[in-house]
């Protein structure tokens, strides 16, 4: 079984459409994470959520919005998509309360804006 | 603030030799220290992390890192590489408020 799953794979677009991005742990985790990775391969995050609430926000647009229907989903949704949004995109979960916080990350979702 | 440096974008290293990955950081409080490893077109991996005790931590594929709280520093090792360990490598810290924090990454290749 997948721990942390990401659909799509691959997303094609064009700018100035709205997509989603799903994200499922099976790990029985209490927080999930966003992380955007760019063209330079640098590593940033973007959301993380704790039982359904948002901890961080780290200067993100407003056109990514966090969505979680449970504390095994984090999806990503994104309006209005520019070509700058191109990248990859990770979910990861991990353990904050009781735990050390390694987090497991998804396989990645490549999305090309054109 | 916390913050994590990895000071080289890549290193080169021949198959059979040692292999080190440096990695310094600044923390308020104890850090907890990771790394991990992506390979091409996939996630990261969970290879190894300090967050108490011995200051030698071993973990996965035989690698191993040493947490050196004077030179706040946290270098990742291998006695002998293997072509396959050809990878990009990161390490990330946090302090016990603070989310994670990543490097930029070190891009490793194993030369046969």
């Known amino acids: 079984d997948t721990a942390v799953s990401q659909t799509p794979k691959y997303l094609v677009t064009q700018m100035g459409n709205d997509k989603s991005i799903k994200c499922e742990q099976n790990?029985?985790?209490?927080?999930m994470y966003w992380y955007k990775q760019d063209s330079k391969k640098f590593l940033k995050i973007m959301f993380s959520?704790?039982?359904?609430?948002?901890?961080i926000n780290e200067t993100v647009p407003n056109r990514f919005s966090p969505k979680s229907p449970d504390k095994a989903h984090l999806n990503l949704h994104i309006n209005s998509l520019e070509l700058g949004d191109s990248a990859v995109y990770f979910c990861a979960s991990s353990q904050r309360t009781g735990g050390t916080d390694t987090q497991y990350f998804g396989p990645g979702t490549r999305l090309t804006v054109l | 603030a916390q913050s994590v440096a990895q000071p080289e974008d890549q290193v080169n290293v021949a198959e059979g030799n040692p292999l080190t990955v440096k990695c310094t950081y600044s923390v308020s409080g104890n850090p907890y220290l990771f790394w991990y490893v992506q390979y091409p077109n996939r996630g990261l991996q969970f290879l190894l992390k300090y967050i108490t005790g011995d200051n030698l931590v071993k973990g996965s594929y035989g690698f191993e890192a040493e947490f050196n709280k004077s030179q706040t520093s946290f270098h990742l090792k291998k006695p002998s590489a293997l072509v396959s360990d050809s990878a990009l490598y990161f390490c990330?810290?946090?302090?016990?408020?603070?989310?994670?924090?990543f490097g930029a990454g070190t891009r490793l290749t194993v030369k046969p």
């Open positions: 790990l029985g985790h209490d927080t």
């Open positions: 959520y704790n039982n359904k609430e948002l901890i």
């Open positions: 990330a810290v946090r302090d016990p408020i603070n989310d994670m924090r």
